[in-house]
């Protein structure tokens, strides 16, 4: 029982290694344009069958050996809107913004874009914004607009019209520099047109973290952290106790 017990202290560590990653990140994206917040799901470990005595008294008991971590889960609520440049834009709906990475196309919240020479909005990485048909959003130097989902020239042409992506589980696409891309276990995007007031031009997205209950979560996984350490220090010491005893005589 000494090692079970140590089993189960062991991996509860490192399932609260893993909640104190998680936070930690959180904490230091919370300056980040459009960045979501995790959350760190600590599951139960497997079983540990506990045979019953020889006189039958007592059942069969099925303990579980601490705690393993999960995927860290997306939070999707939205993040809190600030005034900000003219080629800022912001989602006001679930989804994220297509972009062209060196890796591929990626998924992003992030709407702090920029004009390059070319005309190509752009995030702070480089990505390019792509619209509806997955091509480049090109905008003149000045007099862009943006109207129910659609990008307009100085004289109310249409220049693009914004698509929105989705995934089935958000949680499941790989996190990237400058965004998320799918994969099997989010499944593939999707995309829909942007109507109405889904894109807000000169907002900026911010972090939808709460640094108040982040920081409470990080006392409360290192006061976690701190017991489960004791537990296995006890349990170690009372092992190697335990295996010093001399044999009891017969």
Known sequence: ???????AAESGLNGATLQMGVVADNLANVGTPGFNAAEAVALAGPGQVVQPAANGATQNLVISTGQTGAAPVLTTTQGPLTPGASTDLALTVPGYFP????NGIALTRDGQFERNATGNLVTANGG?????????????ATGWSIS???VLGPAGQVLAQLGIA??????GMTRITGGYVPGAQSGAATYAPALGGDVMQGYLEGANTNPALQMANLVAIQG???LLTDVVTQAATLSRLTAQMPPTPA
């Open 99 to 102: 972009v062209r990475t060196a």
């Open 128 to 140: 390019v914004l792509l619209d509806l048909a997955l091509k480049p959003v090109v905008v003149p």
């Open 166 to 171: 989705n995934v089935p589980n958000p949680s």
């Open 1 to 7: 029982m000494i090692d079970f017990g140590l089993s």
């Open 224 to 226: 976690q952290f701190q």
């Open 148 to 150: 129910n989902g659609s």
